[in-house]
């Protein structure tokens, strides 16, 4: 069987095909700027890479191009279209409807398309690429995997917020968590590394990179998350505030003049580490060079990051009564050893958290981290979304057929 997975943005297509009978990677690439000027597709074939400029009006042409590519004389990797078996969506929001991947059809789409006021940067693109990929291939069963949906297991002492509960029930106001699809890939890729059995551990994943967020996984169920009914809560990122008191918001907006609106803007785009660096940098990179340079504001913005982690690890161990796993993953989690041995070595030794530093010492590869005696088995595995949509798509295409 052959998958397509489509990841869908606003302005972009990321897609990758994949064998699955081998989870081989025929071709992976990214459609940039569609509808903008400079259109231009990043297409990978095993260790090549081609860039490939041309003029790209919307989603449909962009997905075209790619099938094309896919097809052509040049960069094929299949014969035909007719070997794809199966295309799989990225969809970010699944509400409360939503709590494992479908079979998308009028109906489904429909109510995807109803979620747009839950994730109204996300799921309009998202549909866009949907749309896109019925008209070019009709006869192809397409599946949505939604970043909400391993989070659906959550008790309501996790997803409720004390607030008036009839804003529950009207507006449906609550903890949804993001990254879902990621936190489900790595906690049972580390459960398998272990040789366990996922249903007996209590593992804390952290998804951190520009965009973060930590996910307490009970017995291979999501118990509780980071963010929240946006992905504003829970961590310090890049350019997000995460967990600030709400009141802070009408404050603002009464003593700058600003609506809530622009408050919430400003929570998205210019706070975390890039407001505490005064707009230095978004990039953890940027900032750990710097802090190690003995930059004091850097050094703090990075500290605070830090801080916040440990934070959550603390209290998901607390909720769970108990952590037999910790994985580090995402952009930051498994390319920096300096984040990952800080974390540990400052906050979380009262655990029973040991580091080999030495094993620790290395970027973007799967490895255990702690010493043999560690009580808390420490891991970085790399995440692969792509990987688990398609792992989705296939099992619920076979069990249809």
């Given at each position: 069987?052959?998958?397509?997975?489509?990841?869908?943005?606003?302005?972009?297509?990321?897609?990758?095909?994949?064998?699955?009978?081998?989870?081989?990677?025929?071709?992976?690439?990214?459609?940039?700027?569609?509808?903008?000027?400079?259109?231009?597709?990043?297409?990978?074939?095993?260790?090549?890479?081609?860039?490939?400029?041309?003029?790209?009006?919307?989603?449909?042409?962009?997905?075209?191009?790619?099938?094309?590519?896919?097809?052509?004389?040049?960069?094929?990797?299949?014969?035909?279209?007719?070997?794809?078996?199966?295309?799989?969506?990225?969809?970010?929001?699944?509400?409360?409807?939503?709590?494992?991947?479908?079979?998308?059809?009028?109906?489904?789409?429909?109510?995807?398309?109803?979620?747009?006021?839950?994730?109204?940067?996300?799921?309009?693109?998202?549909?866009?690429?949907?749309?896109?990929?019925?008209?070019?291939?009709?006869?192809?069963?397409?599946i949505a995997v939604f970043d909400t949906s391993f989070h659906q297991t959550m008790p309501k002492t996790s997803f409720l917020y004390a607030i008036p509960y009839e804003y529950?029930?009207?507006?449906?106001?609550?903890?949804?968590?993001?990254?879902?699809?990621?936190?489900?890939?790595?906690?049972?890729?580390?459960?398998?590394?272990?040789?366990?059995?996922?249903?007996?551990?209590?593992?804390?994943?952290?998804?951190?990179?520009?965009?973060?967020?930590?996910?307490?996984?009970?017995?291979?169920?999501?118990?509780?998350?980071?963010?929240?009914?946006?992905?504003?809560?829970?961590?310090?990122?890049?350019?997000?505030?995460?967990?600030?008191?709400?009141?802070?918001?009408?404050?603002?907006?009464?003593?700058?003049?600003?609506?809530?609106?622009?408050?919430?803007?400003?929570?998205?785009?210019?706070?975390?580490?890039?407001?505490?660096?005064?707009?230095?940098?978004?990039?953890?990179?940027?900032?750990?060079?710097?802090a190690l340079e003995g930059d004091k504001v850097c050094r703090l913005a990075l500290d605070i990051y830090e801080y916040r982690i440990a934070k959550y690890i603390g209290a998901?161990?607390?909720?769970?009564?108990?952590?037999?796993?910790?994985?580090?993953?995402?952009?930051?989690?498994?390319?920096?050893?300096v984040t990952r041995e800080e974390i540990c070595e400052k906050y979380l030794t009262y655990l029973g958290v040991k580091i080999d530093k030495e094993k620790n010492n290395f970027?973007?590869?799967?490895?255990?981290?702690?010493?043999?005696?560690?009580?808390?088995?420490?891991?970085?595995?790399?995440?692969?979304?792509?990987?688990?949509?398609?792992?989705?798509?296939?099992?619920?295409?076979?069990?249809?057929?």
């Open positions: 069987m052959k998958v397509l997975v489509i990841n869908s943005g606003s302005s972009s297509i990321k897609y990758q095909l994949l064998e699955m009978n081998t989870e081989k990677v025929l071709a992976k690439g990214l459609v940039e700027r569609i509808g903008i000027e400079g259109s231009r597709i990043i297409h990978r074939k095993n260790e090549e890479k081609y860039v490939i400029e041309k003029v790209i009006k919307n989603h449909e042409e962009g997905l075209k191009e790619v099938l094309d590519l896919l097809t052509s004389e040049d960069y094929k990797v299949i014969s035909s279209l007719n070997e794809i078996d199966a295309v799989g969506h990225r969809v970010v929001h699944g509400g409360e409807r939503f709590s494992s991947s479908v079979i998308i059809d009028k109906e489904s789409l429909d109510a995807i398309e109803m979620m747009s006021f839950l994730a109204p940067l996300h799921n309009p693109a998202n549909v866009m690429g949907i749309k896109a990929a019925i008209e070019l291939l009709p006869n192809v069963p397409q529950y029930e009207k507006y449906k106001i609550r903890r949804y968590g993001f990254h879902g699809t990621s936190h489900k890939y790595v906690s049972r890729r580390a459960a398998e590394i272990l040789g366990k059995d996922i249903k007996t551990l209590k593992i804390i994943t952290s998804h951190i990179g520009n965009g973060a967020s930590i996910a307490a996984v009970k017995n291979g169920e999501s118990f509780d998350t980071s963010m929240g009914f946006t992905p504003l809560e829970g961590l310090v990122m890049g350019t997000r505030s995460g967990d600030i008191d709400p009141a802070i918001v009408s404050f603002l907006a009464q003593e700058e003049g600003l609506t809530a609106k622009e408050v919430v803007e400003i929570l998205n785009n210019k706070s975390g580490v890039y407001g505490i660096t005064k707009g230095f940098s978004s990039d953890m990179r940027d900032i750990e060079d710097k998901y161990a607390a909720a769970m009564n108990g952590v037999d796993v910790i994985v580090f993953t995402a952009g930051v989690g498994e390319n920096s050893p970027k973007g590869l799967e490895r255990i981290i702690s010493t043999p005696d560690s009580k808390v088995a420490v891991l970085v595995v790399p995440t692969n979304e792509e990987l688990m949509i398609a792992r989705e798509t296939k099992e619920l295409v076979s069990t249809k057929n």
